[in-house]
T-cell receptor
Framework: DVKVTQSSRYLVKRTGEKVFLECVQD?????MFWYRQDPGLGLRLIYFSYDVKMKEKGDIPEGYSVSREKKERFSLILESASTNQTSMYLC??????????FGSGTRLTVV | GEDVEQSLFLSVREGDSSVINCTYTDSSSTYLYWYKQEPGAGLQLLTY?????DMKQDQRLTVLLNKKDKHLSLRIADTQTGDSAIYFC????????????FGQGTTLQVKP
């Protein structure tokens, strides 16, 4: 069964902490994506990557960075977590013309 | 830029048909997708349609595509309480990065 695995379902972090959200896929997909989902705002694209070591800014990259050192792993980094980054974070992967496969999501609370 | 619009909420009675509508702006769309999100979970691919098709049926699901009007719909026959979820329409467009443009999501409430 093909999978996108996000390392944590729930996380609680303090304001100012550096936070790492990990995502791993086992489908040999080229493309990987990080979204955040907030009530009333739908899915907003933070960053995406279409190849190892490549990254592109999405619609809301401010306050975030990403890392893709290996094809299967795409990490989202919150450099200094703030309360307005409390959200559900969704990772997805896709092949060039395929639809997305999503992970289960990480619900991050910043206190 | 490219945009996808959906109504935000739909309420139906169990056993009725549900129709969730979506409009998109990109005239060079290749694939269009429907995803389902249950509470607290990620999105799950329900079905998709290629842009040269008008209709696709998969068990209780029927997808209709009107390319001229850039309108996509998802019909769920015999709606069950387990169909209660948020449904997202997504457009692949002409992007070669595999990036999808998502609608806001339609919350389907199924009343017993």
């Amino acid at each position: 069964d093909v999978k996108v695995t996000q390392s944590s379902r729930y996380l609680v972090k303090r304001t100012g902490e550096k936070v790492f959200l990990e995502c791993v896929q086992d489908m040999d997909h080229e493309n990987m994506f990080w979204y955040r989902q907030d009530p009333g705002l739908g899915l907003r694209l933070i960053y995406f990557s279409y190849d190892v070591k490549m990254k592109e800014k999405g619609d809301i990259p401010e306050g975030y960075s990403v890392s893709r050192e290996k094809k299967e792993r795409f990490s989202l980094i919150l450099e200094s977590a703030s309360t307005n980054q409390t959200s559900m974070y969704l990772c997805a992967s896709s092949s060039q013309l395929g639809g997305y496969t999503f992970g289960s999501g990480t619900r991050l609370t910043v206190v | 830029g490219e945009d996808v619009e959906q109504s935000l909420f739909l309420s139906v009675r169990e056993g009725d048909s549900s129709v969730i509508n979506c409009t998109y702006t990109d005239s060079s769309s290749t694939y269009l997708y429907w995803y389902k999100q249950e509470p607290g979970a990620g999105l799950q691919l329900l079905t998709y349609i290629f842009s040269n098709m008008d209709m696709k049926q998969d068990q209780r699901l029927t997808v209709l595509l009107n390319k001229k009007d850039k309108h996509l719909s998802l019909r769920i026959a015999d709606t069950q309480t387990g169909d209660s979820a948020i449904y997202f329409c997504a457009d692949h467009g002409s992007s070669n990065t595999g990036k999808l443009i998502f609608g806001q999501g339609t919350t389907l409430q199924v009343k017993p």
